[in-house]
């Protein structure tokens, strides 16, 4: 070895000595300044500090800590909109559970459930983004297309029990067992049995409500949704600017450009509602479920938080609707109109049902006040996106007049003889009182953690 070789070899000793030396000393220097120094300087000179280091090196672990390489597939998922929501949410804590990667499972395009030849299978990535659902639902629950699989061994499938004895624990003690080795070993577990809207719940609210949060529809349903809102605006706009003009120019001028808010309101009066409340309330033995036309346009106009004149959004399922008088009794406040007489029929014509209460849905989440049914799935969810709204923006009770996004039941009575406020119950333990309705509702959240 020559000689310039060796004096340098013996530079890079010294040198890796003296940086092994100077790191020691730095950290010693570290540990007596957060032990003598740190205290007596106050909580915001070492922002850095262990329990905030530990705090993210775990939300930094749990950011990758569903599974890539093992899959949960699920049956194709049918009935309505919302209740299609659910069994998505409730397949997707499942996997969680076992945590696995959620293949991308099929949603239903038509309401017909019975007749299963009806059931056109409709993609998710049709309805909602998967990119931005794995996006914001990153380390909580994951979505996977089938592209993913290896497949290095055969599905080990598993049957949902179905009845009276096949109780909430022993569907819990059946996920249990497929988290043991011999299962878990296999690259996809395959569930079979029902519809993933009737499995068993083991899930909060709050857990349910991270994943509607993931929800995105597309940019095509987005366009659409924001034009039939514009429309809402425009035709409320101009009743304002009317009404203003006539009984003030200069009022009139200074209401253009303005915020034009409406309600939107959920009304359940279709002849498959009517069959099914009217059973419940018999099954329930309550008198709070079902409400007439009549009924819902008094309790509605009664909302004192309203200011009228207003445009009222109709959401109804028009192919249901046997009523073709719902615009007629109104308020002269309040402007009804539904889809045909708000001119964006043709909007909705061109999609299946899937795809028009997806609108609907979200058309009625944005509105300024909301009113529905408290027994109605789709209301419920509409009702739980607004209170996530406003549990963000720091309220965690509507009661009070000026609080926005304001939602309201207008089966049950509230005060002045309108519909009762209504926001979800955020610390419930599970999904039931949304699944199935209740009457057992308030304007206050019971939830003090942002979600």
Request: with cysteine; proline share 3%; net charge positive.
């Amino acid at each position: 070895m020559s000689f310039a070789n060796t004096e340098l070899l013996k530079l890079g000793s010294r040198y890796m000595k003296c940086m092994v030396f100077r790191c020691f000393i730095l950290v010693i220097l570290v540990l007596v300044f957060t032990t003598v120094i740190y205290p007596f300087t106050g909580s915001n000179w070492l922002p850095w500090r262990t329990s905030n280091w530990i705090a993210m090196s775990a939300a930094s672990n749990l950011q990758h800590a569903v599974r890539r390489d093992k899959f949960l597939e699920v049956p194709q998922i049918i009935w309505g909109l919302n209740n299609q929501k659910i069994a998505l949410a409730r397949a997707c804590l499942t996997a969680r559970f076992l945590n696995r990667t959620l293949l991308m499972p099929s949603l239903s395009a038509s309401l017909f459930y019975k007749e299963v030849e009806l059931l056109k299978p409709m993609a998710f990535d049709k309805i909602y983004q998967f990119d931005k659902f794995n996006c914001l639902c990153d380390g909580f629950v994951r979505l996977g297309r089938y592209s993913d699989l290896l497949n290095h061994s055969m599905p080990f499938e598993i049957q949902k029990g179905s009845g009276r004895k096949w109780t909430k624990e022993r569907d819990l003690d059946q996920l249990k067992q497929c988290r043991e080795e011999s299962v878990d070993n296999s690259e996809v577990i395959r569930i079979g049995g029902k519809n993933p809207f009737l499995w068993h719940d083991h899930w909060p609210v709050k857990d349910y409500a991270k994943i509607f949060q993931c929800l995105v529809v597309v940019d095509e349903i987005e366009n659409e949704v924001a034009k039939v809102i514009s429309k809402i605006r425009e035709v409320g706009s101009k009743v304002r600017y009317k009404i203003d003009a006539s009984q003030n120019e200069e009022s009139a001028d200074s209401s253009l450009g303005q915020h034009v808010p409406y309600v939107a309101v959920h009304m359940r009066i279709e002849k498959d509602w009517m069959i099914h409340c009217k059973k419940l309330e018999q099954k329930l033995r309550i008198e709070q479920i079902c409400s007439s036309k009549e009924e819902i346009m008094e309790r509605v106009s009664q909302i004192t938080s309203i200011q009228q004149p207003v445009v009222v959004y109709l959401a109804v399922a028009d192919t249901l609707l046997e009523d073709d008088s719902i615009l007629s009794g109104w308020n002269d406040g309040l402007l009804p109109l539904e889809k045909k007489r708000l001119g964006v029929w043709g909007i909705y014509k061109k999609y299946p049902y899937l795809i028009q209460s997806a609108i609907d849905y979200e058309v009625c989440s944005r509105a300024d006040v909301f009113v529905g049914n408290s027994f109605s799935t789709f209301s419920s969810l509409v009702v739980l996106s607004r209170t996530q709204k406003l549990i963000r923006m720091g309220f965690t009770s509507s009661c009070s007049a000026e609080v926005g996004y304001s939602s309201y039941a207008y089966n049950l009575l509230g005060e002045s003889g309108g519909a009762k406020r209504w926001m979800t119950d955020m610390s419930a333990p599970d999904l039931v009182g949304i699944s199935y309705g209740t009457n057992n509702i308030s304007c206050y959240s019971n939830w003090n953690t942002s979600l």
